[in-house]
């Protein structure tokens, strides 16, 4: 058994910042890939951004140059730095991770962008 613990998120004005952070614990043998993604009412869930554990990471181009992901692969832990965010950057936000072939997902955290 695998769980993500989310934090970080609430609410801002537009261009101001947040920081999400996402502990994982339990049976964890080697993850894969961490990462965040968001869903918007009556939107599908999206891919904000991801890193692999060899490093590379991968980022939606609506968030590239605003959003930075981390990683402690020692914590089991991967961070969202959001900057410069916007009202359509809304959502709720999902930690996920994938160890092996089996893919977790955290209980997600709402982040809300005033104008």
């Known amino acids: 058994q695998v769980q993500l613990v989310e934090s970080g998120g609430g609410l801002v004005q537009a261009g101001g910042s947040l920081r999400l952070s996402c502990a994982a614990s339990g049976r964890i043998f080697s993850i894969n890939v961490m990462g965040w993604y968001r869903q918007a009412p009556g939107k599908q869930r999206e891919l904000v951004a991801v890193?692999?554990?060899?490093?590379?990471?991968t980022y939606a181009d609506s968030v590239k140059g605003r959003f930075t992901i981390s990683r402690d692969n020692a914590k089991n832990t991967v961070i969202l730095q959001m900057n410069s965010l916007k009202p359509e950057d809304t959502a709720v936000y999902y930690c996920?991770?994938?160890?092996?072939?089996?893919?977790?997902w955290g209980q997600g955290t709402q982040v809300t962008v005033s104008s």
């Open positions: 996920q991770t994938i160890i092996g072939s089996r893919v977790y």
């Open positions: 890193t692999s554990s060899g490093g590379t990471t």
